[in-house]
């Protein structure tokens, strides 16, 4: 009988660390990892308390030596700011791992379980998980510094207009949240005929400007004035200005027109209604359905006036009415409007009803008009009215009334419109008491005009309930839900108001 001998293995043997005595794989300290612990810290050198800097203004902090960032709590910016905090004490050390430890939000801590490795003795490699713990300070940044002190500023835009209303600046203040130009400005302050936006750089002022030569019609004029000059390193510091003046008209303004820019329009009548201004002055002769749009240019080129504001509109009543079809324009005619109705119309003031003086009248509003209803329009032929151009026309050619708005009952309309727009926070100064008028007005102007509302951002009011009934249907244009937008608001998740991430 033959015996098989299995192959012969190797097997590794224990030894004894030499310090404890406990049997241990070999290596090449001959001690155990609780003792090699006890003779060699590896995280030696390594700051376990580090100091964050944190502006609580704006929310960033601070990347040394001027850097402010902008990083969520327990994001990877954080993450690697930190690192960077205690890079320099890592250099001895591999980093092997890094991750957030949970904290109080309001704690003002930060910890971060660091794992590291480090060869120690006889070439034995140790690796070690411990904590560090960055302590949030608070610091002002430069930033905040020149907002606080609302005096410092390196550029200003003065935007203007001379004109009573308002409406191109409701309309300007949309267009300006909408494209989140206002969050740069240091501070916006509204005054009389104007609003001035006030900037840390000249760059951010250029911006602006840029952004409202392309919106609404303006020119433009700059001013720089120098604060201080350092003769060693040639280096000046300058205080910009920026004018931006807009044209004199707003929406539902009575126009005369220059007979050259009239002819240069297509032949249109001299005494034009403005619709709408958005970066050009949009104009309709109320007599042809004629529309034309005149630029920044072509106004300062060939100005014109106002003949009269909103608090000279009077109300009249229609007591006929009669659509004109087939109207035939003269050669050179332009572009006639497609939106709009020609008609014929006899209407009353409502403060002469006692009396039979009626006015006839060409009106664009053929489409909305019936026999009965309100309407909106300034009376010429019991007005004093001192303008170039009117003054030299044909007293024929001039309209005893100019029809400008079919006129719907304010309080209904307030109390259904469940929308609402936001607003600048800004400094008022000398406001008017007309103001809120002429709000309602700007927010009317939005409902009836689609292409008006197209750049603006129309939020749904949650906390206002419309009151719907048969009797307060009168026929006034509204703003459908699919065109609204949910207005976000931040909260946790016991549905209260989300709290700041730092406070004392």
Same mark, same amino acid.
């Not at 510091?237 to 931006?244: A, E, G, Q, R, V």
């Given at each position: 009988?033959?015996?098989?001998?299995?192959?012969?293995?190797?097997?590794?043997?224990?030894?004894?660390?030499?310090?404890?005595?406990?049997?241990?794989?070999?290596?090449?300290?001959?001690?155990?990892?609780?003792?090699?612990?006890?003779?060699?810290?590896?995280?030696?050198?390594?700051?376990?308390?580090?100091?964050?800097?944190?502006?609580?203004?704006?929310?960033?902090?601070?990347?040394?030596?001027?850097?402010?960032?902008?990083?969520?709590?327990?994001?990877?910016?954080?993450?690697?700011?930190?690192?960077?905090?205690?890079?320099?004490?890592?250099?001895?050390?591999?980093?092997?791992?890094?991750?957030?430890?949970?904290?109080?939000?309001?704690?003002?801590?930060?910890?971060?379980?660091?794992?590291?490795?480090?060869?120690?003795?006889?070439?034995?490699?140790?690796?070690?998980?411990?904590?560090?713990?960055?302590?949030?300070?608070?610091?002002?940044?430069?930033?905040?510094?020149?907002?606080?002190?609302?005096?410092?500023?390196?550029?200003?835009?003065?935007?203007?207009?001379?004109?009573?209303?308002?409406?191109?600046?409701?309309?300007?203040?949309?267009?300006?949240?909408?494209?989140?130009?206002?969050?740069?400005?240091?501070?916006?302050?509204?005054?009389?005929?104007?609003?001035?936006?006030?900037?840390?750089?000249?760059?951010?002022?250029?911006?602006?400007?840029?952004f409202l030569q392309c919106t609404v019609p303006c020119r433009s004029k700059t001013s720089q004035r120098l604060i201080s000059h350092d003769i060693h390193s040639n280096?000046?510091?300058?205080?910009?200005?920026?004018?931006?003046?807009?044209v004199p008209i707003c929406k539902d303004n009575v126009v005369c027109l220059s007979p050259r820019l009239a002819q240069s329009l297509g032949n249109m009548g001299q005494?034009?209604?403005?619709?709408?201004?958005?970066?050009?002055?949009?104009?309709?002769?109320?007599?042809?359905?004629?529309?034309?749009?005149?630029?920044?240019?072509?106004?300062?080129?060939?100005?014109?006036?106002?003949?009269?504001?909103?608090?000279?509109?009077?109300?009249?009543?229609?007591?006929?009415?009669?659509?004109?079809?087939?109207?035939?324009?003269?050669?050179?005619?332009?572009?006639?409007?497609?939106?709009?109705?020609?008609?014929?119309?006899?209407?009353?003031?409502?403060? #002469?009803? *006692? +009396?039979?003086?009626?006015?006839?009248? &060409?009106?664009? !509003?053929?489409?909305? =008009?019936?026999?009965?209803? $309100?309407?909106?329009?300034?009376?010429?032929?019991?007005?004093?009215?001192?303008?170039?151009?009117?003054?030299?026309?044909?007293?024929?050619?001039?309209?005893?009334?100019?029809?400008?708005?079919?006129?719907?009952?304010?309080?209904?309309?307030?109390?259904?419109?469940?929308?609402?727009?936001?607003?600048?926070?800004?400094?008022?100064?000398?406001?008017?008491?007309?103001?809120?008028?002429?709000?309602?007005?700007?927010?009317?102007?939005?409902?009836?005009?689609?292409?008006?509302?197209?750049?603006?951002?129309?939020?749904?009011?949650?906390?206002?309930?419309?009151? #719907?009934? *048969? +009797?307060?249907?009168?026929?006034?244009? &509204?703003?459908? !839900?699919?065109?609204? =937008?949910?207005?976000?608001? $931040?909260?946790?998740?016991?549905?209260?108001?989300?709290?700041?991430?730092?406070?004392?």
């Open positions: 009988m033959e015996y098989m001998q299995a192959p012969a293995t190797s097997s590794q043997g224990n030894i004894l660390c030499c310090t404890c005595g406990v049997p241990i794989p070999p290596n090449p300290a001959n001690m155990c990892v609780a003792c090699l612990r006890t003779q060699v810290d590896i995280s030696e050198g390594i700051p376990k308390q580090v100091t964050v800097h944190f502006c609580k203004q704006c929310e960033r902090y601070l990347q040394p030596p001027t850097t402010w960032m902008q990083c969520a709590l327990e994001s990877r910016e954080l993450l690697a700011l930190c690192l960077k905090k205690i890079k320099s004490s890592m250099t001895k050390v591999r980093l092997i791992d890094a991750g957030f430890l949970w904290t109080e939000p309001h704690s003002k801590r930060i910890k971060m379980k660091l794992t590291v490795q480090k060869e120690v003795m006889n070439g034995a490699i140790l690796q070690q998980v411990f904590v560090v713990e960055f302590v949030i300070q608070s610091q002002m940044c430069d930033d905040c510094h020149r907002v606080e002190a609302k005096d410092f500023w390196k550029a200003v835009v003065q935007v203007r207009q001379k004109t009573v209303h308002k409406k191109t600046f409701y309309y300007l203040e949309q267009l300006i949240l909408k494209h989140k130009l206002h969050q740069n400005a240091l501070n916006i302050k509204e005054i009389h005929e104007g609003i001035d936006f006030y900037y840390a750089s000249k760059q951010h002022a250029q911006k602006m400007v840029d280096t000046y510091n300058y205080k910009s200005t920026f004018s931006m003046e807009i005494v034009c209604v403005c619709v709408r201004v958005t970066s050009t002055i949009h104009l309709i002769d109320p007599n042809t359905l004629q529309i034309a749009e005149v630029d920044g240019n072509t106004y300062w080129r060939n100005p014109f006036n106002s003949l009269c504001n909103p608090r000279q509109l009077e109300e009249f009543i229609v007591m006929d009415t009669d659509i004109i079809r087939d109207q035939k324009l003269g050669a050179g005619a332009g572009l006639r409007s497609n939106k709009h109705t020609l008609a014929e119309v006899w209407v009353q003031k409502t403060s #002469e009803m *006692d +009396t039979s003086q009626q006015y006839h009248c &060409r009106t664009f !509003l053929g489409h909305l =008009l019936n026999i009965g209803d $309100l309407v909106q329009g300034f009376d010429f032929a019991n007005s004093n009215i001192n303008d170039e151009y009117l003054n030299k026309m044909n007293p024929h050619h001039v309209p005893d009334v100019v029809l400008i708005k079919k006129s719907y009952d304010r309080s209904r309309r307030v109390k259904r419109r469940n929308w609402k727009l936001q607003e600048m926070s800004r400094d008022r100064d000398g406001m008017d008491t007309d103001d809120e008028r002429q709000y309602q007005d700007f927010l009317e102007d939005l409902e009836e005009d689609e292409n008006l509302r197209k750049n603006v951002n129309i939020y749904r009011d949650a906390s206002k309930i419309p009151v #719907e009934s *048969d +009797t307060d249907d009168d026929g006034a244009p &509204r703003i459908s !839900l699919m065109e609204m =937008l949910e207005e976000l608001s $931040l909260s946790d998740a016991t549905g209260g108001e989300g709290a700041d991430m730092m406070t004392d």
